[in-house]
Structures are given as C-alpha cells and as structure tokens.
C-alpha cells in the first residue's frame, strides 16, 4: 500500500523559512513525478512545484525564487523548502506522487497535508 507522510507545516512570522518533508513507502520517490499543492481558504487547490524522475522542477509564478522542491533519493524524502514566506503562503500543503513519469496528468497517491500558517 503507498504511503505519503507529510510532516513540518506550523505556525511562522512572515519573512520566515519552513521546510515541509514527505516521507514515501511502497513508493519510490526517484521513479516518478511528484509535485506540492497547496489550498488556502476560498481559494482553489493550486500546484505550487513540481519535480520530474530526473530532477528538474517547475514552479508556480506566485512562490518562484522563495520555494524549492527538492528529493533525496536515498531516504525516499520529497522536500518542499518555504523561505521569505508572506501571510498569503497560508495553506494547507499536500504531497502527491504520480504514477508515471508524466507531470502533466493524474497524481494517483496524496498525503493527508499539513497546516502551513503565515502571521503577518
């Protein structure tokens, strides 16, 4: 069964850093594309980044020069680095994995998110 585990959201000051994790099993993060979304409070789910089986991202214009996704293949960890963050950063973030190496269809398995919340 595939697991995506999310951990690091919290609480941060605007001007903060988090750094969101996602812990993957019967999964394996190197294989295929993942992406972070993320849904605010009368917002629509927005893709925020992705990150193809080979390493090369892409960003949404609203988080581009402060977000970096990032994995380490070794530990199966997906990474979502969250530096400068503004009050509308607000969201809940979720991880998702595909289950091709197409960034551009269905992603199949989703952790349950985790609160990210931006004081300003």
């Known amino acids: 069964v595939v697991q995506l585990v999310e951990s690091g959201g919290g609480s941060v000051q605007a001007g903060g850093s988090l750094r969101l994790s996602c812990a993957a099993s019967?999964?394996?993060?190197?294989?295929?594309?993942m992406a972070w979304f993320r849904q605010a409070p009368g917002k629509e789910r927005e893709k925020v980044a992705i990150?193809?089986?080979?390493?090369?991202?892409t960003y949404a214009d609203s988080v581009k020069g402060r977000f970096t996704i990032s994995k380490d293949n070794a530990k199966n960890l997906l990474y979502l680095q969250m530096n400068s963050l503004k009050h509308d950063d607000t969201a809940m973030y979720y991880c998702?994995?595909?289950?091709?190496?197409?960034?551009?269809?269905?992603?199949?398995?989703w952790g349950q998110g985790t609160q990210v919340t931006v004081s300003s």
């Open positions: 998702a994995g595909a289950q091709t190496t197409y960034c551009g269809g269905v992603y199949n398995y």
């Open positions: 990150i193809r089986a080979y390493g090369v991202t």
């Open positions: 019967g999964y394996t993060v190197s294989s295929y594309c």
